[in-house]
């Protein structure tokens, strides 16, 4: 237990809004040694004091900013009954940006108010001296940003939120000029800080199924549990256990797509002991069970394979299937940097199929040869469509839609021209086929009209992708009865 009071952020700040702005001077400043769990950045204004912070004494002038990170001890003392005048900006990071990013990405400022206050060396001030130009800019923000807090009109968070940005953008670019001007020293402790930091969520990211604990983990990271736990927030979003259990249930999740690991296996594998308490985080990031996770999880063959097997059993007219034989592949997926028109994936994201193949057998012997893929080693890039060979004819959707058969002796192919146009007297504009999908939906609710596809034949064309996956899995076929 520490002999000085720690404040949630919650205790001093509104939780809707964390944020507070209020001047300091000789007659309101806290000379009680204190921690906080929110930045604070403190700007002089005019005068001078004297800032302990982590056991040292620090000596404050005018132009001078100053971070205060989380969870470090700090008082403020006047200095030989000198009067001054400073602006403390107190703030959590999700004020800014609800998911951190804006923050985390300017690394310069990171280093200012995270890294460097860690470094107990008394060389290494906690403080930048900001120049005399760039000290006017910074005091109209602050003086900009008062003035949004106290008045609070229609408008003042998003007008605060635009300020403070401004404020931590000026702040880092300030602190790399200075910097530049220190010894190679001092940026090689910062350097080195800043890195253990990375080093330890790699760490993190590489032993995940291990028994880890966050006080080994923060000492790798040269940081405190409490302020590591508090800077993968900042960086990654989550705090240490959150991030350890999403990089834990990601890992899980290729495992049940890629393998035929039972899910109690899939759970010592990637670090957990107990199966209930696997099953309890799984469901709670991925919002499903580890089992259903594994029989719904897909990828082309759910968002391409779907609408092409719908297409092909509505021309058929048939939603009978006998047996299902099927075979998915996670073979390209596995490659680093592969060639791609979207770019490059990262194999540990792909975690479904990259290609699924099914054979279909319907109960009165026509057969059905299902082919989807993301990434296939194929110059047949249809997408949807469907071919269909029966013993009067054939069609395909190769070029609009053509029908072949036999006609006075001689092969014939037919081009169907679905085009609007043609029709001289015809105004106004051709409705969309998306749009007649959309309206014909609206019918169905609205007017209790009768669907174009039944929900009986919905379910078929499921079933038969679940099928698919299931026979891939057991590689045996999947009868139907």
């Known amino acids: 237990m520490s002999d000085y009071p720690i404040y949630t952020y919650k205790e001093l700040l509104d939780e809707k809004f964390p944020f507070k702005i209020e001047i300091r001077t000789p007659q309101n400043m806290n000379r009680f040694q204190h921690a906080h769990e929110h930045l604070q950045l403190c700007y002089m204004m005019s005068g001078s004091c004297l800032h302990w ?27 030989d009954s000198m009067d001054f005048e400073m602006i403390q900006v107190d703030f959590m990071p999700h004020a800014i940006n609800e998911s951190f990013q804006d923050l ?32 006017s800019v910074v005091e109209n923000l602050l003086n900009v940003i ?32 200075y910097s530049q001007t220190q010894s190679q020293h001092e940026r090689n402790r910062v350097a080195h800080h800043r890195e253990a930091f990375y080093e330890a969520i790699s760490y993190m990211e590489t032993h995940y199924n291990e028994e880890l604990h966050l006080e080994e983990v923060s000492a790798k990271a040269l940081m405190a549990p409490s302020y590591f736990s508090n800077m993968l927030k900042l960086v990654r979003g989550k705090s240490y256990i959150e991030l350890l259990s999403a990089i834990r249930i990601q890992a899980s999740m290729e495992l049940l797509g890629g393998t035929d690991l039972n899910v109690t296996e899939i759970a010592t594998r990637v670090g957990y002991n107990h199966i209930s308490h696997f099953n309890r985080t799984f469901k709670k990031h991925a919002g499903v069970t580890p089992g259903d996770y594994r029989r719904h999880q897909g990828g082309p063959l759910i968002d391409i394979g779907s609408h092409a097997l719908d297409l092909t059993l509505r021309m058929m007219n048939n939603y009978a299937p006998k047996c299902v034989l099927g075979k998915a592949y996670h073979k390209l997926s596995r490659k680093e940097n ?41 110059l047949d890039t249809l997408e949807a469509k469907t071919t269909l060979c029966g013993t009067e004819g054939g069609a395909d959707m190769r070029d609009g839609l053509r029908i072949n058969s036999e006609k006075l002796g001689r092969m014939n192919t037919t081009t169907i021209d679905l085009s609007a146009g043609g029709v001289a007297f015809f105004e106004g504009s051709a409705e969309s086929s998306s749009d007649m999908e959309a309206r014909l939906w609206l019918e169905c609710i609205l007017h209790n009209t009768e669907p174009l596809v039944k929900p009986e034949q919905a379910f078929v064309v499921t079933q038969i992708l679940e099928a698919i996956y299931e026979s891939s899995k057991t590689g045996k076929a999947i009868y139907f009865e």
């Open 338 to 378: 592969a060639a791609n028109i979207w770019g490059p994936w990262d194999p540990k994201k792909f975690t479904v199929e990259d290609s699924a193949f099914g054979f279909i057998t319907m109960q009165n012997g026509a057969t059905v040869i299902l082919e989807s893929s993301w990434a296939l080693n194929s």
């Open 146 to 177: 008062l003035s949004e807090w106290e008045e609070q009109e229609e408008g003042y968070r998003l007008a605060i939120k635009a300020e403070l940005l401004k404020l931590l953008v000026i702040t880092g670019r300030q602190y790399k000029r």
């Open 53 to 79: 912070a982590a056991g040292r004494q620090y000596v404050l002038t005018k132009g001078d900013l100053f971070s205060i990170p989380p969870f470090q001890e700090h008082r403020l003392e006047p200095r």
């Open 104 to 135: 985390a990405q300017m690394q310069t400022f990171v280093d200012f108010a995270y890294i460097r206050p860690l470094i107990s060396e008394a060389d290494l001030l906690p403080k930048m001296s900001f120049p005399p130009p760039t000290q």
